[in-house]
């Protein structure tokens, strides 16, 4: 157990709804990072946020959005879902900014019909 | 930009055989690289990175890599596969000295037989 949490485990959605992905880091974890795993693009990063801050971002799509809140959780929604999003949306934190290790959570599966 | 070449999407070993997972990076800086492992159902697991210093990595599990720059490459290796070994496996570089933004190969699938 990596101590990061994510949840729902999994999801079926229809195409064009919006859902929320939770995730709450380890303990004095700093850092959450989202990434997203689907068979066509691999393991992709998609953004990293730092005490409620954005901090970097990768290949996140201009309908996905996400935030930290105060208590560090994050979410991250996704909107006008399409049947390409359906993929396994990982959540990461670590303690600083980038530089200690990044725990993984099981993930969220999400399935767009 | 930085990428990740994974040679080989699934390999097959003998319980007990040499483990030899291949990787070649790209990279226009100095990189940063590291091997993870994913169990079915889990997340992602930190068995190794390299950052600077020594060039022969040492990690969990009795893994172990070597960054070879002339070579470019970063592969990891195990002397004795044990069953609990199979899970896929990526390998990741970054250009800044840490976790963020991670590009990832595309795994290694590593299977092994009794």
């Known amino acids: 157990d990596s101590g990061v949490t994510q949840t729902p485990k999994h999801l079926i959605t229809a195409t064009g709804q919006r859902v929320t992905l939770r995730c709450s880091p380890r303990?004095?974890?700093?850092?959450v990072y989202w990434y997203q795993q689907s068979l066509d693009q691999g393991l992709q990063f998609l953004i990293q946020?730092?005490?409620?801050?954005?901090?970097a971002k990768g290949n996140i799509l201009e309908r996905f959005s996400a935030q930290q809140f105060p208590d560090l959780h994050s979410e991250l929604n996704l909107s006008s879902l399409e049947l390409g999003d359906s993929a396994l949306y990982f959540c990461?934190?670590?303690?600083?900014?980038?530089?200690?290790?990044?725990?993984f959570g099981q993930g969220t599966r999400l399935t767009v019909v | 930009a930085q990428s990740v070449t994974q040679l080989g999407s699934h390999v097959s070993v003998s319980e007990g055989a040499l483990v030899l997972l291949r990787c070649n990076y790209s990279s226009s800086v100095p990189p940063y690289l590291f091997w993870y492992v994913q169990y079915p159902n889990q997340g992602l697991q930190l068995l190794l990175k390299y950052t600077t210093g020594a060039t022969l990595v040492k990690g969990i599990n009795g893994f172990e890599a070597e960054f070879k720059k002339s070579e470019t490459s970063f592969h990891l290796t195990k002397p004795s596969a044990h069953m609990s070994d199979a899970a896929e496996y990526f390998c990741a570089v970054s250009e800044v000295e840490g976790f963020q933004k991670l590009v990832f190969g595309t795994g290694t699938r590593l299977l092994v037989s009794p």
């Open positions: 303990s004095g974890d700093l850092s």
């Open positions: 990461a934190s670590s303690a600083t900014e980038g530089r200690t290790e990044a725990f």
């Open positions: 946020y730092y005490n409620g801050e954005e901090r």
